[in-house]
């Protein structure tokens, strides 16, 4: 039983997947240019660009957190039977509702204005979601083609409110106005000249004793398992020994955040995008798995996913699961918008012609993680490393960029055909059932 | 006289079972072989091997003293042997020709060439079937829609089926499953009219009466391995049952008389529509008092799942009236009848008992998640989730390697266990709290499919609940199950209950006939009629 980590069949799957989509694309790349040394160049200026060019890394990453957000949603999703493909338009929702709640207030503090924003972003692709959501649970229609559906209906909807309603007067180019500076997320690079202001120091001091105060409901009860004198257990049990941490992370940070943050300076530029947005991101996918795992909402969005008819012979109820599911889902989808608006956008605002296609490799992504949380972290890397290497790539070898599409698709393939992969490297299926990624089930089988 | 079919020394290792372990299995000629064995046993792999729909590691196949190689069912049946599985295979929407011509459609026979074109030759098909079906007693109807066959009828059609591909070695799997017993008794019928033609069948089933009552030779598996084989003349039930199981089995349970106390689960007049909106159980009244159970027999599909659903608020009732402890709980949500004491233990217990990925642990709670003391707030309490686990598991001796184990890499036997172990233990601790709500077992079909040791234990778990105050409400095609069981019977038929007997005085034939639908009750007329008529007005008025 002790079976290492490589030798689980959802850790080596997924890597053997990538080694061969990789190699495949290799030949491809290697059929098309005519030369082998082609294909070193590529995958060398393809490594090059997401990681070691100036600013790679973190533009990669500026790639990554819109990709760990959405298939974070998808994969709630998936674990609830549902097949959000809709994440595409909860995004552009969730950038629209945070591009208008940015831009309506002015003047009042990020410790009021960013909470509320961050909300509005969440709240608009929460709505969006559940309205396939609704439908699926009264009239049984699949989710699948309504969320498609939702999409243009939102890509077009997002284009009116853009150039009418929500239009920036003053601006030349169609776009919303710019959000109030409070409303922002801060790229990095700015974070110490933000801690400056007592008000932002506040509210980073008051998330960190957050933070703070849940690792310590976490670590110390463990802790006091393992203390042999009963008054030191006792002590760290209590809700007074939590607190207390939390009250003294969020002191700490008050007062050493400014000065900290400092010594990344050497590390960044003012042109580097990567914001904050990573760490709420990082949360998301905490929050997630706990969600998911730790709590009797995750238990019962789980049962009704996996089998929604015990679900109901257990007394739960299939219509407030799959509102919940897909509200949740859509929720983190609005939020990968509402950072694209408030932290990336250059302009600090949503313009006309806004696409991302984001929402579309995100469920690549949650298939390859198999809608683990902490898969999606590694998954939303690998693409959003892909993404922002391909133009290297392109520029260096002359291998057109979207080869990067055709590695996704080949990904995809054998991540969702794990036969194929046993096949070619010889490996004999492992004895459980839940082997095979399962996309959705079946159409309107089930109400 | 060389045997018609033999397998020797066959070996096929499953991923952590040796599903089959050197086994010798010999089929003569003209005879009737029946092959015994609890689930997991062995049974299914061994003729699957035979039937080419998966390969033995090693072993030998001979088909008339000639060896074999069986790569897929196509080589099967140009061996000239036919199953017919538990499941049928056949498609409703089309004839009962079509349907025998599936798979066979491009042989010569069939289909003529008509200008380069392949046409299905329909006329030429009907005709050989009736021969077929005239030949060996089989009364099939070629031009009728298998959809409207009753289950008898369209297991002939398997027969016919593989009797038209030049079968003459037929597998029967588990076939009187589905079956009444007066069913059962023709399919036995139509065996011997078979073997005496020449045709050797096998004959895969876990009822030992039916053992008795057909078979010539009777082969016992365990654990994978062939544990022996004998005559029936030499076979006892309580031997065969020793042989299964590996261990001395009490088949007949000893009940303790009832002691039936006040009505805990009344019904009146209850009618439920199915999804089809057709009235499913048409006015049916009876009541279950605590310390008794009540057995439902009847043959499938005729209510009784429609029955247990409205009782566990999953279906809503049309009219009528359930009463439970004595409060009216017709249109009470499922939540709300889980907290008030009812237990149920779901006829499929794969699709609606538990969640087959999730863990023993899990599972064991799935009722009971989301309150103290499994969840404080909305965080779950696993420290007491998994002592509530390990609890059961020991208590309702659930053979699972953990209790982090998913339920769905567990045999059959030990799946239903952990929903017992739910189900009763949520009674148990109704009972200990005398102002706590009614203790209800509904059971639906528990032991379906279970091997013997299961069974056994299943049932003493039902008669104890009994014994301990509970009302139970059994439900369960298996008329012996329900004879051994039951303080009293209703017989189920066609929506209705067409009479309630006293288990102590009922016969297996007076049961059939009412199962059949052939008699009817004493008092079935009076109540009958009059609900029939409200039917009516009420399907137009909705």
Known sequence: ?447 | MTPALQAIGITRRFPGVLANDRVDFELERGQIHALLGENGAGKSTLMNILYGLCQPDSGEIRVNGRPVKIASPHDAIAQGIGMVHQHFMLAPPLTVAENIMLGQELKAGPTRVLGGLAVLDRRTASRRIRELSHQYGLDVDPDACVKDLPVGAQQRVEIVKALYSAADILILDEPTAVLTPQEADELFVIMRGLAKQGKSIVFITHKLREVFAVSDRISVMRAGQMVGSLAPAEATREKLAEMMVGRKVILAIDKAPAHPRQPLLEVEALRVADDRQHMSVDGVSFHVRAGEILGVAGVQGNGQTELAEALTGLRKAVSGHIRMGGRDVTRATTRHLIESGVAHVPEDRQKHGLVLSFSVRDNLVLCAYYKPPCARGIALQFPIIEEHARNLVRLFDVRTPGTATPVGSLSGGNQQKVIVARELSRLLSHQADPAGPPPILIASQPTRGLDVGSIEFIHRQLIQARDQGAAVLLISAELDEIMTLSDRIAVMYKGRILDTLDAATATREHLGLLMAGVLRGDDAGEHAQPAQQITHGDVKAS
């Open chain 1, 1 to 447: 039983m002790v079976g290492g980590f490589f030798q689980q069949s959802s850790v080596y799957m997924p890597l053997l997947a990538i080694v061969t989509a990789f190699v495949l694309g290799g030949v491809v790349i290697w059929v098309t240019s005519g030369s082998l040394d082609t294909v070193f160049l590529a995958y060398e200026g393809l490594l090059r660009g997401a990681l070691f060019k100036n600013r790679g890394l973190s533009e990669s990453l500026v790639a990554t957190i819109p990709y760990i957000m959405l298939s974070l949603g998808i994969a709630v999703g998936f674990k609830a039977g549902l097949f959000n493909i809709g994440v595409e338009g909860q995004f552009y929702i969730g950038a629209v509702a945070a591009a208008w709640m940015g831009a309506s207030l002015q003047g009042v503090p990020a410790i009021i204005h960013l909470p509320l924003t961050v909300l509005a972003g969440a709240i608009g692709g929460a709505i969006w979601a559940a309205i396939p959501g609704f439908l699926k649970a009264r009239t049984g229609a699949h989710e699948v083609i309504t969320t498609i559906m939702m999409n243009y209906i939102a890509f077009r909807l997002t284009e009116f409110l853009i150039s009418g309603p929500l239009r920036d007067p003053n601006a030349a180019a169609v776009q919303t106005p710019r959000i109030a500076p409070g409303a922002e997320l801060w790229s990095l690079y700015a974070v110490p000249e933000r801690l400056q202001d007592p008000l932002n120091a506040l509210l980073v001091a008051l998330i960190v004793a957050g933070v703070g105060f849940v690792m310590a409901r976490w670590a110390l009860p463990r802790l006091a398992r393992r203390q042999r004198d009963e008054g030191r257990a006792a002590l760290l049990n209590s809700a007074l020994a939590q607190a207390g941490v939390g009250v003294v992370a969020g002191l700490l940070a008050f007062a050493a955040l400014p000065a900290l943050t400092r010594l990344w300076w050497p590390f960044t530029d003012q042109y580097d995008r990567l914001h904050t947005g990573l760490f709420v991101a990082l949360a998301a996918s905490v929050g997630v798995w706990w969600l998911l795992w730790k709590t009797t909402i995750g238990f019962e969005l789980r049962t009704v996913g996996a089998n929604p008819s015990a679900a109901r012979y257990a007394g739960m109820s299939i219509t407030r699961n799959i509102m919940l599911g897909m509200s949740i889902s859509g929720a983190l989808a609005g939020m990968a918008g509402m950072m694209e608006v408030l932290g990336v956008s250059i302009c600090r605002c949503l313009p006309l012609f806004f696409s991302s296609g984001y929402g579309f490799d995100a469920i690549a992504i949650s298939l390859l993680a198999r809608n683990d949380p902490l898969g999606i972290l590694l998954s939303s890397f690998l693409f959003g490393a892909m993404r922002n290497g391909a133009d290297l790539m392109e520029l260096t070898s002359g291998v057109s960029k979207y080869i990067i599409s055709l590695l996704q698709a080949l990904l995809l393939l054998f991540v969702a055909a794990p036969p194929i992969v046993r096949w070619l490297y010889r490996l004999r299926a492992p004895g459980g059932r839940e082997e095979s990624a399962t996309v959705t089930r079946g159409w309107g089988g089930q109400a």
